[in-house]
C-alpha cells in the first residue's frame, strides 16, 4: 500500500485491515442495540392500565350492538429485550399472532414467548381479564428488570376479523433512570391474516398474508371498513394504557388495583362525537310510465339507504327520483 509515496510494510497493512474491520464491528453493535440498553441499578416496578374509549359516539358507523356487543379481549404483556418482538408494524404476524388476532387465543403466544425466555431475551409475562364493553378499564402490576426494559402489549378487538390495538417495544429506561409515568393512546391495527372489512365479517384469510398495519381513517379507502371515516383527518384514540412506577415490589399477576392511584384517563373520557354521513345506494333503474307518453306521464326510480347519518353528519338526500316521459323513453303499463 502507497499513502503520500511512503512505503507501508505488509505487516502494517494487515493491522489497519484488522483495526478497521473491528471499529466497523464494534459500530454495527452499537446500531443493533437501537439505544436500549439499560443502566438502572436495580428493577422497576410500574401500575399498568388499559382504558378502551370504543363508544357509539366516538365510533359510531356499524357500531357491535349485539352477537357479541363492542368489548375487549384479555390484555397479554411481555418485557423484553431488544432482541424479541410480540408483534411489529410492516412485518408478518407470527403464527400466535394470528390466532389471537382472530380469535383472542393466547396458548400459542405464551408458547412462543417461552421459547424466547430460553434465549433470555423475554423476561416475563402478564395477562389481564378482558373487559365486556366498548369502555372500561383492566390492570395489572408489572416488573421490568435492566435486562428486559421493553414492553409490547396487544389487546383483541372483539368483534373484529384480526383487528387489535397494542404497543411495540416501548422502552421505560432512558440510560440509568427509570420513567416515572408514560400515557399512550392506542389506535387499530390489522393483523393482515383475514381480509374482512367491518366488525361482523366472516372469516376470510388472506392469502398470502400480509404485513401488520394501522387502520385509520381512509386506510382501507374503502367505504365498507367499519372505520372509515373520511372526514377525519385521523381516528380519535380507541384506547389509551397508562404506566406509573410504584416505590414497592409488584404482587404477580395482580388484576385489581386500588382506584384512589387509578389516574383520570380510567374515567369516562369525553371526546368530540364523530359525524357520520348518510350513504345511500346507487339509482336503481327507470320504472315504465304511469300515464300517456306524450301528455303527464311519468317514471320514477328508487334507492336506500346503506347506512344511517349519526352525531349530525350529513343529512340522506332523496330516495325517489321521478321525471316526465318522452317519446324516446315511453313504455307504458298495460
Request: hydrophobic share 35%; net charge positive.
Amino acid at each position: 500500500m502507497m499513502s503520500s509515496g511512503i512505503l507501508v510494510p505488509g505487516w502494517l497493512q494487515q493491522l489497519l485491515v484488522l483495526l478497521l474491520r473491528f471499529t466497523l464491528s464494534c459500530s454495527t453493535t452499537v446500531n443493533l442495540t437501537n439505544g436500549t440498553e439499560c443502566t438502572a441499578r436495580g428493577p422497576a416496578s410500574y401500575i399498568l392500565v388499559f382504558t378502551g374509549h370504543w363508544s357509539p359516539q366516538t365510533f359510531p358507523k356499524q357500531y357491535p350492538l349485539f352477537r357479541p356487543p363492542a368489548q375487549w379481549s384479555k390484555l397479554m404483556a411481555v418485557t423484553h429485550n431488544e432482541q424479541y418482538r410480540l408483534w411489529q408494524e410492516g412485518t408478518l404476524a407470527s403464527a400466535g399472532m394470528q390466532s389471537f388476532a382472530e380469535v383472542g387465543l393466547t396458548v400459542e403466544l405464551v408458547k412462543e414467548a417461552k421459547e424466547a425466555r430460553k434465549r433470555r431475551v423475554v423476561g416475563s409475562m402478564y395477562r389481564t381479564a378482558g373487559i365486556l364493553s366498548g369502555i372500561g378499564h383492566s390492570s395489572t402490576e408489572l416488573l421490568l428488570t435492566p435486562r428486559s426494559p421493553l414492553l409490547s402489549l396487544i389487546v383483541k378487538v372483539i368483534p373484529s376479523p384480526d383487528w387489535f390495538v397494542g404497543v411495540d417495544s416501548l422502552n421505560l429506561c432512558e440510560g440509568g433512570q427509570w420513567k416515572q409515568e408514560v400515557t399512550i393512546d392506542l389506535h387499530p391495527f390489522d393483523a393482515g391474516t383475514d381480509s374482512g372489512f367491518t366488525f361482523s365479517s366472516p372469516n376470510f384469510p388472506s392469502i398470502p398474508p400480509e404485513n401488520i398495519t394501522m387502520i385509520t381513517s381512509q386506510k382501507p379507502n374503502h367505504p365498507a371498513n367499519s372505520f372509515y371515516y373520511p372526514r377525519l383527518t385521523e381516528l380519535p384514540p380507541l384506547a389509551t394504557i397508562w404506566l406509573k412506577r410504584q416505590a414497592r415490589s409488584p404482587v404477580r399477576q395482580q388484576n385489581r388495583v386500588s382506584n384512589h392511584i387509578l389516574p383520570d384517563v380510567t374515567k369516562p373520557q369525553r371526546f368530540s362525537e364523530t359525524p357520520l354521513d348518510c350513504e345511500v345506494s346507487m339509482w336503481s333503474s327507470w320504472g315504465l310510465c304511469h300515464g300517456p307518453c306524450s301528455r303527464g306521464g311519468l317514471r320514477h326510480r328508487t334507492r336506500y339507504i346503506h347506512l344511517k347519518p349519526a352525531n349530525s353528519g350529513t343529512q340522506c338526500p332523496e330516495l325517489e327520483e321521478q321525471e316526465e316521459c318522452t317519446p324516446h323513453n315511453c313504455l307504458t303499463y298495460q
